[in-house]
């Protein structure tokens, strides 16, 4: 039975740990062809021999979202080589927590720079293909940071800034067949959410009982929940839904 991204090419943003993975993991196992770019060069080459060990057709490089040019190289790269590019998947994404009067101008603007500029250039980047193509699903993975949380003033901002661009990419874009819809994450288990217990000084299985115990469903998340959710929005079928943010938390909120 063909998977229900077969024929399709589906581009992930730091796509090679934790929610990135298992994005490119599920579309390589849904029939897509899968492409994505890092800067982690030894965590790309990892899951590029993982993917190809298994059969699945693979495009990767590293490569920055804050710089136009490498991005769009990269794409160029993938529509040559795959013949399109029909989904993408904004993921990259970096944490520098703080509390704001300790936040310096590079927690700020690093953390601007990754989510907010690397998402407009790989969107930019796809979009040239999308309307030629008259067909596109681009996916902004947002979090529940965006509606506010103590010490991520930039990363909520950022969060929450992704969601205003979904829309406007939403209204933008819909005309060509092309939706924009958002996926915010709650507390999922990766190694950004390691980092964060390092930086508050507790084990990371501290970290993740504390979370549970306020997480509805009583458990934390993994990178496959987030998967099915992209999965759901890069849908053929899925045409009607357009400009949304759906929380994937756990509950109504984190």
């Not at 990259?92 to 998402?119: C, E, P, Y």
């Not at 506010?148 to 979904?166: I, P, S, V």
């Amino acid at each position: 039975m063909a998977g229900r991204f077969e024929g399709r090419v589906a581009f992930v943003t730091g796509g090679s740990r934790g929610i990135g993975k298992g994005i490119v993991q599920l579309f390589a196992e849904d029939g897509a062809k899968v492409a994505f770019i890092d800067l982690n060069e030894e965590a790309l080459a990892e899951t590029t021999n993982e993917l190809r060990e298994k059969g699945y057709d693979v495009y990767s490089k590293v490569a920055n979202v804050t710089d136009s040019g490498q991005v769009d190289q990269a794409m160029k790269e993938v529509h040559d080589t795959f013949g399109s590019v029909d989904i993408l998947v904004n993921n990259a994404g970096v944490i520098r927590d703080n509390l704001l009067f300790k936040m310096s101008d590079s927690d700020w603007q690093t953390v601007m720079d990754v989510h907010l500029k690397g998402s407009f250039n790989a969107a930019k980047a796809a979009q040239k293909y999308m309307v030629e193509q008259k067909y596109g699903r681009i996916i902004n993975i947002s979090s529940t940071s965006a509606l506010g949380n103590r010490g991520q003033a930039n990363y909520a901002a950022a969060k929450a800034g992704l969601q205003g661009f979904t829309k406007t990419l939403a209204i933008e874009l819909g005309r060509y067949g092309i939706t924009a819809n958002s996926v915010a994450p709650g507390f999922i288990e990766t190694e950004m959410t390691k980092e964060t217990a390092a930086r508050i000084g507790i084990s990371f299985d501290d970290l993740i009982k504390h979370s549970v115990a306020g997480i509805p469903v009583g458990r934390s998340g993994k990178p496959a929940d987030i998967a099915n959710a992209v999965a759901f929005f890069a849908d053929e079928k899925s045409s009607f839904v357009n400009g949304q943010v759906i929380y994937v938390a756990g509950g109504p909120k984190n």
